[in-house]
């Protein structure tokens, strides 16, 4: 079994740790980068006194040792490949991922988790549900303004390209983990690979929306989830070799545990129920829009019971404003829920109210109504074949739309084109047969 071997370079210790995946040498970076990185698998922490090694003899030789330990199953040269995640949306897309390229026995893969999103109930609990191993590394660089948490990303992550050099490195989605490993691979020359690529909002108030541009632009191969993904792209002049519509991901985590999420139904469930879930900045920093937002959800609560998982950050702005929900036995709040739970709420749901891009998404393909409290989608799919309407900040659109659900308007609905559960396995040949000539 290969090695990950961990060096802190102010001393002349060496840690070797057991990887599942590929062989790395890492050198600690700097003080800022606390020990603490977790190294799940933990084989051994000896100490070994030796001088420094060169630090990419050091790879090949595990490369060499890897390979004729593996020459039984492969001949073909190993594909090191490095996925970063980091925040709660970026785990169900690439669990399906890990699997599809397992299947690749020249494949070694690694996982780092930015450590982004760090509570138990936005993160932990998602591994193991989706049967995703854990990472090999965890940055630990949690909350902060946007700089902070991606600079931090950045300073921590960079070093670990550094040592491994990978053949490439895959990011998902649009968090800020997606775009700090994307700018790192590009200034060090390492392929990157961009899951979910060419989806456009065309609202630069977003994050996420900067997150997409830059990531898109920095990437060698865009591995896009709709059409419409791949006209954005060839709008903004990426090359189309670059360019693979390979579905979407996310719905591949999706058909797998749909089965398993139907046993996990909460008992006493109303016959009706509309689900929430809410954590943009643009509508829950805004206080105003905040308090009016709740008044609305209080008054929809009136006419159909609402369950209310609620993202830390609204939590947050809720606690910083003084303002509480009515805790009646119609407006039923929870912590953040694991993936099938949430999944299996969402299936039984007469409605669903977000501001979410995932759950967009996961609605279409269930065709369960949604309403989307956003005045634009980076997902017009979900619109134009699938159930979402977006209300945009509108709180009496928002009660009318639930008024027309409640008197049984559903609107067509439709499942986009290689939505199909098979989206990883498109990535996987993709990333697979990509060659840095094209
Ligand atoms: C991030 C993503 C967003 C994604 C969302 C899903 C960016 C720019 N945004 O938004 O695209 O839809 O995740 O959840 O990357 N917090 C906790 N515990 C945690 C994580 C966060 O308490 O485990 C708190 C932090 O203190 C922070 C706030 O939630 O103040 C926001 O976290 P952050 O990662 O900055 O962004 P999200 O709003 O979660």
């Avoid at 603490?36 to 050091?58: C, E, F, K, N, P």
């Avoid at 469930?269 to 308090?291: C, E, G, K, W």
Wanted: net charge negative.
């Amino acid at each position: 079994m290969p090695f990950l071997h961990f060096r802190p370079s102010s001393t002349t210790k060496f840690y070797a740790y057991k990887c599942h995946y590929f062989d790395v040498v890492l050198e600690r970076p700097s003080c800022t980068l606390s020990l603490t990185l977790v190294v799940s698998h933990l084989y051994s922490a000896t100490s070994i006194q030796g001088s420094d090694v060169d630090r990419s003899d050091a790879f090949s030789r595990h490369s060499r040792a890897t390979d004729a330990a593996d020459s039984d199953i492969s001949d073909a040269k190993p594909v090191r490949i490095i996925h970063v995640v980091g925040a709660r949306p970026n785990f169900m897309k690439a669990a399906p991922v890990l699997r599809a390229l397992r299947r690749f026995p020249e494949v070694r893969q690694a996982l780092v988790h930015t450590g982004q999103h760090y509570d138990a109930n936005m993160s932990g609990v998602f591994f193991a549900e989706l049967g995703m191993p854990e990472p090999e590394l965890n940055l630990q660089v949690g909350s902060g303004s946007h700089a902070q948490q991606t600079a931090a990303i950045m300073t921590r992550f960079e070093p670990i390209v550094l040592e491994t050099r990978p053949d490439m490195v895959l990011v998902y989605g649009d968090v800020n983990s997606t775009v700090a490993a994307a700018l790192v691979c590009a200034k060090l020359l390492i392929p990157l690979a961009h899951v979910e690529a060419g989806l456009r909002s065309f609202d630069r108030t977003m994050p996420e929306e900067i997150n997409r541009v830059v990531t898109d632009q920095l990437a060698d191969l865009l591995l896009t989830p709709s059409i419409d993904g791949n006209e954005n792209l060839q709008r903004e002049g990426v090359p189309e070799c670059r360019i693979h519509f390979v579905g979407n991901v996310m719905i591949d985590t999706l058909v797998q545990l749909l089965p398993k999420a139907q046993s996990q139904l909460p008992d006493e469930l109303p016959p009706q129920y509309a689900l929430i879930t809410m954590h943009r900045p643009s509508n829950v920093d805004d206080s105003t829009f905040l308090r009016e937002l709740l008044q609305t959800l209080d008054e929809i609560s009136r006419e159909i019971p609402v369950i209310f998982p609620m993202h830390p950050r609204t939590r947050q702005r809720l606690a910083e404003l003084g303002l509480s929900f009515s805790c009646a036995a119609r407006m039923r709040l929870t912590e953040p829920l694991p993936y099938l739970q949430f999944l299996a709420l969402q299936t039984r749901a007469t409605m669903v109210i977000t501001d979410s891009g995932g759950i967009q998404e996961e609605t279409t393909y269930l065709g369960v109504p949604c309403l989307t409290v956003r005045e634009n989608t980076e997902r017009p799919v979900t619109v134009t074949i699938g159930t979402n309407v977006l209300v945009g900040r509108n709180m009496v659109r928002l009660g009318d739309e639930v008024k027309r659900i409640l008197k049984g308007g559903r609107s067509p609905s439709g499942v986009p084109p290689l939505w199909d559960g098979h989206a990883a396995e498109r990535v996987a040949a993709a990333v697979v047969n990509w060659q840095p000539s094209r």
